[in-house]
């Protein structure tokens, strides 16, 4: 029984160190992953490709036809954080900054969803035709402290005068609906197969008493 004990004890060993190369190749490629993924939702935010058009008066103020670009700030929120050495978060954290009073992982979720933006105090929204007037807004604290700024009799806009007429600032709306611009689900879609080949080769590699080597 000596030579079979020999064979098991070599066995266990061979296993016992293919499974520690198995863990190891696993969590690379689950990194490996997540990085690509996180690549790829920047990819999908700076493309814009097969999202809803943005509004005319969107696209004057931003000068611009690419619906997720404005500041870079969507972009920039967009992060891959190391949970475990085996567990990633790619997208948009909680703990991403502001952009004015609204959290980034809110503007987020509005973009990926759609929503419904209704006034909540006031009684219309106010959106800028121009990055000065968003700027006025800002430095301001708010379009009511802008000074000089007046509703023409029988319009929705807000203006302030301008030679002999008016400049119109901000369009009152009684809500705004924003189509959904998903880029965190597509972009899985889009990298969900090689996700699947990357996990799949970090296998067959420890099978084979190898480390993985990582590839995109």
């Known amino acids: 029984m000596t030579g079979l004990e020999g064979d098991w004890n070599k066995g266990d060993r061979l296993f016992g160190k293919m499974g520690k190369l198995m863990k190891k190749n696993m969590q690379l490629a689950t990194k490996r992953n997540a990085m690509m993924y996180r690549d790829q939702i920047k990819r999908t935010i700076r493309s814009g490709r097969n999202m809803a058009p943005v509004s005319p008066v969107t696209k004057a103020y931003k000068k611009s036809s690419k619906p997720l670009i404005d500041h870079g700030d969507l972009l920039q929120s967009v992060d891959l954080i190391t949970i475990s050495p085996s567990t990633f978060f790619v997208g948009v954290p909680r703990t991403a900054g502001k952009k004015g009073r609204t959290s980034m992982v809110n ?11 209704r006034p909540v105090s006031a009684s219309a929204l106010t959106i ?11 430095e301001h604290g708010g379009v009511g ?23 119109i600032m901000f369009i009152l709306k009684d809500e705004v609906v924003i189509p959904p611009r998903p880029f965190i689900e597509p972009s899985l879609n889009k990298v969900r197969h090689k996700m699947k080949r990357q ?9 084979r008493g190898k480390p993985y080597a990582a590839r995109s």
């Not at 800028?128 to 006025?136: D, G, H, I, K």
């Not at 000074?147 to 030679?163: D, I, M, N, S, Y």
């Open 107 to 117: 503007i987020a979720a509005v973009h990926e969803f759609g929503a419904t933006i």
């Open 128 to 138: 800028p035709v121009t990055r000065e007037a968003s700027e006025l807004a800002r």
């Open 145 to 167: 402290n802008i000074p000089g700024l007046f509703r023409p009799k029988g319009t929705k806009v807000l203006a302030r005068k301008k030679g002999k007429g008016f400049e």
């Open 199 to 207: 996990w799949e080769r970090a296998i067959i590699a420890a099978l």
